[in-house]
Structure formats: structure tokens, C-alpha cells
């Protein structure tokens, strides 16, 4: 099946500790997103990428990293810069800007709080 | 700059009766707009989009979508709600300028009640 999986689907830390969450993509799309979603607020842009080995920074990119080694991947790491990281997080992967009509793919989520 | 809002935080209806979810746009040229639905705890589900072309655009779970160029509204409608729709209902709108970049509202939640 193609799609978006996002793991882990619960994830705890300690406040000072750096933690990846995983997105994988198997829809051949070029770009990817991540999103926070906080209740009441909708979603927020994280970072997005384009294109492999490039990303943009989004609305709230502060305390947060990306890589995009691989067109499948694209690993969001929440650092201990983040001063409130408790949130759920979305992945999305979209077809590229020549095909500007299509929407996003969405991942399962991620639940992050923060002990 | 693009952007879309959704004026209700919350919609009740009774099952069986019509549903309309609301979504207000500002976009600079022709807007692509989109409606998705999220479960608790789950990622968003695409309902339907509308690129150009008719106005009622036509999606899925017997969902539709009216576009209304001179309200500038994208307003979402199934003409009798299920229980099963609750859930809570975002609208987006595709950056013209920079299409690799979506804008969401800030989700309505919808409520059917038996």
C-alpha cells in the first residue's frame, strides 16, 4: 500500500533531550512537510523540503531540525531548544510545484509530550 | 498573502439534517483550494479540492464543496449528516506563488448528534 508512516506514534521526554520522529514515504512525491498541531490552533509549518538534500524553514522552525538524505525520508528531530515541544506532529508529502493542484498526504501522527 | 479562515470553532446538527461548514479565503489570482478531515489522534484525510472549473465540486463520503468567487468562500455541505461525521474539519488553500506551500484554517469541529 502506498501512503505515509510515522513512527514512533507515542513518544515521551525528559526536558533537555534531543528526539527524531520518523516519517517515511513511499508515494515517489518530492516534497515533504512537517506540521505541528497544537488544539485550537490548527496546524502550524514546521519545515518543508522540495527536493532532496533541501529544505525551507516554515512558521515555527525555531528549536526544530530536518535532514532530507533520502526522497522517502525526512526526520524531524525536536531539540532541547524547544521550549514547549508537547504537540502533535503531522508529516505530509505532496507531488512537486509543476503539479501544483494536488494536495497532501498526511501521516498518522505523532503524539510528543514532554515529562 | 494567502491565507483561509473558518469562523465557527464548533458546528452542531442533528443526524439526518444538512450540514454546512464554513471556510473564508484570501488569495491573490485563482485560489486551489482543499477540505480534509481529521479523526482524533489521526492524520488528515483529503475530503475533495477545487482547482477550476464548476463550482460544486464533489467529494468523498457524500461530501461537497460550493465555491462562491465573489464571497470568496469554499463553504463544505453534505446534505444529511451522519453520526460517523464527527470529526473535526479543516480547510486549506495551495500558495500560488510558492506551491510547494499549503495554508491551513484553524479546523471546525462537527458534531452529529442522534
Known amino acids: 500500500d502506498g501512503g505515509i508512516t510515522q513512527s514512533p506514534k507515542y513518544l515521551f521526554r525528559k526536558e533537555g533531550q534531543n528526539v527524531t520522529l520518523s516519517c517515511e514515504q513511499n508515494l515517489n512525491h518530492d516534497a515533504m512537510y512537517w506540521y505541528r498541531q497544537d488544539p485550537g490552533q490548527g496546524l502550524r509549518l514546521i519545515y518543508y523540503s522540495q527536493i532532496v538534500n533541501d529544505f525551507q524553514k516554515g512558521d515555527i522552525a525555531e528549536g526544530y531540525s530536518v535532514s532530507r538524505e533520502k526522497k522517502e525520508s525526512f526526520p524531524l528531530t525536536v531539540t532541547s531548544a524547544q521550549k514547549n515541544p508537547t504537540a502533535f506532529y503531522l508529516c505530509?508529502?505532496?507531488?512537486?510545484?509543476?503539479?501544483?493542484?494536488?494536495?497532501?498526504?498526511f501521516g498518522p501522527g505523532t503524539r510528543l509530550t514532554v515529562l | 498573502a494567502q491565507s483561509v479562515a473558518q469562523p465557527e470553532d464548533q458546528v452542531n446538527v442533528a443526524e439526518g439534517n444538512p450540514l454546512t461548514v464554513k471556510c473564508t479565503y484570501s488569495?491573490?489570482?485563482?485560489?486551489?483550494l482543499f477540505w480534509y478531515v481529521q479523526y482524533p489522534n489521526r492524520g488528515l484525510q483529503f475530503l475533495l479540492k477545487y482547482i477550476t472549473g464548476d463550482n460544486l465540486v464533489k467529494g468523498s463520503y457524500g461530501f461537497e464543496a460550493e465555491f462562491n468567487k465573489s464571497q470568496t468562500s469554499f463553504h463544505l455541505k453534505k446534505p444529511s449528516a451522519l453520526v460517523s461525521d464527527s470529526a473535526l474539519y479543516f480547510c486549506?488553500?495551495?500558495?500560488?506563488?510558492?506551491?510547494?506551500?499549503?495554508?491551513f484554517g484553524s479546523g471546525t469541529k462537527l458534531n452529529v448528534k442522534p
Open positions: 505530509a508529502s505532496s507531488t512537486s510545484a509543476g503539479v501544483s493542484y494536488n494536495e497532501q498526504f
Open positions: 486549506a488553500v495551495r500558495d500560488i506563488r510558492n506551491f510547494n506551500k499549503f495554508y
Open positions: 488569495v491573490s489570482g485563482n485560489p486551489y
